[in-house]
């Protein structure tokens, strides 16, 4: 079942051609939003939980440049807060292409807190997030590759392949103990 947000009023959805390699430079995305006091605790801390839906839409977005489809979460690494973000802080989350294999896609996420007030700059956290790409039946569907352009990117998308091995691996061992 098609999502109803590809219906409202918009134009049709033209999918990536799944067999022309994309950057990771090409979906790449920043998004920056001021914590206000919704958004916190009564200590004046940003909930994790707001921090961690932000992540989850800012990545979505480069998954949905990526393969110009509806996506689903699949699964979030290591979200591990490392300092907090407060009220009045601009939270900036930058994220970029790590992986793509048939239908689904890693996108490395950094989170950084930015003190408007005195221009410091907090790393807060960082994660990897898992997307499967969706086709009009609400099925995985393939997505284009990912090229890389610099031998960094390319040492990226191999950590990236390494990790998901790893992943599939693990996956595996917990299905044979409950099965």
């Not at 109803?4 to 430079?25: C, E, G, S």
């Not at 609400?138 to 352009?149: E, F």
Request: glycine residues 6%.
């Amino acid at each position: 079942m098609q999502s109803p947000f590809w219906n409202i009023n918009r134009p049709a959805v033209i999918p990536a051609d799944i067999n022309v390699p994309k950057t990771i430079a090409e979906t790449a995305s920043v998004t920056s939003r001021l914590m206000e006091v919704l958004d916190s605790n009564n200590h004046g801390n940003v909930h994790g939980g707001v921090i961690m839906r932000m992540v989850d839409e800012s990545a979505a977005i480069v998954a949905i440049k990526h393969s110009r489809r509806p996506v689903v979460t699949k699964r979030i690494d290591q979200f591990t807060f490392i300092a907090p973000a407060y009220i009045g802080d601009v939270v900036h989350i930058q994220c970029q292409m790590n992986y793509v294999g048939t239908t689904s896609m890693e996108v490395g996420v950094e989170v950084m807190a930015e003190s408007l007030g005195t221009g410091e700059m907090r790393r807060i956290c960082s994660s990897q997030v898992v997307y499967v790409a969706l086709n009009e039946n609400g099925r995985p569907t393939p997505v284009p590759p990912l090229k890389a352009t610099t031998p960094e990117e390319n040492t990226r998308i191999q950590k990236a392949k390494a990790r998901r091995e790893r992943t599939l691996q693990l996956e595996k061992e917990l299905d044979s103990e409950f099965h």
